[in-house]
């Protein structure tokens, strides 16, 4: 089966500079690559997707770029904030199955 | 529009019992999907429900079985339960044409003692 590696685990930026999150992913049928938020004692959040037929997709602040060859997929935040402080997991999906696998999550910390 | 509505929020129970969750799937979703987060961890898929049937199973054991209501509400059930089911349940509905548009739900919060 699917398997998503995620790194790194915990990463602590100044207000304002640029976080980037990496996944990579086993089943080169995957096709759809969601990344969540999941704020404490919340339920997670979909933030940006993208398909393997994209390889960047961008909404405000958050962008997600695709590697198919190499298997690997990342999220960068530009101009954190306090409030993107949250755990980040990346996740993949298709190649027949209907399940998404996550990967085990990021802690991202944004120091005011 | 309610969202998707999970209950119990917290639940304790004792090694050895069984447990049943339940999920209430948001307006117009068919789709439910029953997801394990363990401490630290990221969700982990135990199956998903269409049309009351079981479509697709995780790597969890029979202990762990579902069902799939005519109005699309879904349970999960454990038995036997172990110190290590302890984690946070996590409900997701979704359209069957659009099956990873997951919208997720709060969470039931077991505890195993």
């Known amino acids: 089966g699917e398997n998503v590696e995620q790194h790194p685990s915990t990463l602590s930026v100044q207000e304002g500079d640029s976080a980037v999150i990496k996944c990579t992913y086993s089943d080169s049928a995957s096709n759809y690559f969601p990344w969540y938020k999941q704020e404490l004692g919340k339920r997670p959040q979909l933030i940006i997707d993208?398909?393997?037929?994209?390889g960047e997709k961008k909404d405000q602040r958050i962008a997600v770029t695709l590697n198919k060859t190499a298997k690997h997929f990342s999220l960068h935040i530009t101009e954190t904030q306090p409030e993107d402080s949250a755990v980040y997991f990346c996740a993949a999906g298709g190649a027949g199955s209907y399940q998404l696998t996550f990967g085990k999550g990021t802690k991202l910390s944004v120091i005011p | 529009d309610a969202g998707v509505t999970q209950s119990p929020t917290h639940l304790i129970k004792t090694r050895g019992q069984q447990v049943t969750l339940r999920c209430s799937p948001k307006?117009?979703?068919?789709?439910v999907s029953w997801y394990q987060q363990a401490l630290g961890q990221g969700p982990q898929f135990i199956f998903q429900?269409?049309?009351?049937?079981?479509?697709q199973r995780g790597n969890f054991p029979d202990r762990f079985s579902g069902h799939q209501f005519p109005n699309y509400s879904s349970e999960l059930n454990v038995n036997a339960l172990l110190l290590g089911d302890s984690a946070l349940y996590l409900c997701?509905?979704?359209?069957?044409?659009?099956?990873?548009?997951?919208?997720f739900g709060s969470g039931t919060r077991l505890t195993v003692v």
């Open positions: 429900y269409y049309e009351e049937e079981e479509r």
């Open positions: 997701a509905s979704s359209f069957l044409s659009d099956i990873y548009g997951y919208t």
């Open positions: 993208i398909r393997s037929n994209v």
């Open positions: 307006s117009g979703h068919d789709t």
